[in-house]
């Protein structure tokens, strides 16, 4: 079997950025994580100046869709977001020192995904019927039974709980 010569390829490998850039679709996809990365960057550097650089971390920034003045920050927890509104105005203009020009800020928690998982039960429980009296509870009723007056009500009941209740 002779087979036909393989035909030299003219064309070069592109940087996957590259096609990232040229593409409509993927090219504002990039622009938006850039400009994300930016905004990451200088919330770090604010944070640092206000004494709040270890929560960097734990924030996700990003606009709210409806304009570029409205910065949305996902915190991971309750104490970081009322941290982060008690410095909201100096955060604010901190940014502004950066170069990040935004008006309002907006903190919100992010929900926690669950780290166990719920199964129903194999079988429902049926519940048993109670089978009477113990021997440690049939004793104290039969000593508090000797202690009451014959005649006594209370005397009664006793007795015919001792009656009906069986071992």
């Not at 971390?57 to 996902?74: F, H, P, S, T």
Request: net charge positive; glycine share 6%; with cysteine.
């Amino acid at each position: 079997m002779n087979f036909a010569p393989k035909q030299k390829r003219n064309q070069t490998a592109h940087e996957w950025v590259d096609y990232l850039r040229e593409s409509e679709g993927l090219g504002g996809i990039l622009a938006k994580t850039e400009d994300l990365a930016k905004v990451k960057s200088q919330l770090t550097r604010a944070l640092t100046a206000l004494d709040l650089g270890q929560f960097s971390q734990k924030i996700e920034a990003g606009w709210r869709q409806g304009g570029q003045n409205e910065l949305y920050l996902l915190v991971s927890n309750a104490s970081i977001a009322s941290r982060l509104q008690q410095v909201l105005p100096s955060l604010i203009n901190e940014l502004g020192n950066n170069g990040l020009i935004c008006k309002a800020i907006k903190v919100q928690v992010k929900p926690q995904t669950s780290s166990w998982d719920v199964q129903a039960r194999a079988e429902a429980r049926i519940p048993r019927k109670p089978k009477g009296l113990n021997q440690i509870a049939r004793t104290s009723w039969q000593d508090l039974l000797q202690k009451l007056d014959p005649e006594s009500s209370l005397r009664k009941a006793v007795e015919k709980l001792l009656q009906n209740k069986p071992k």
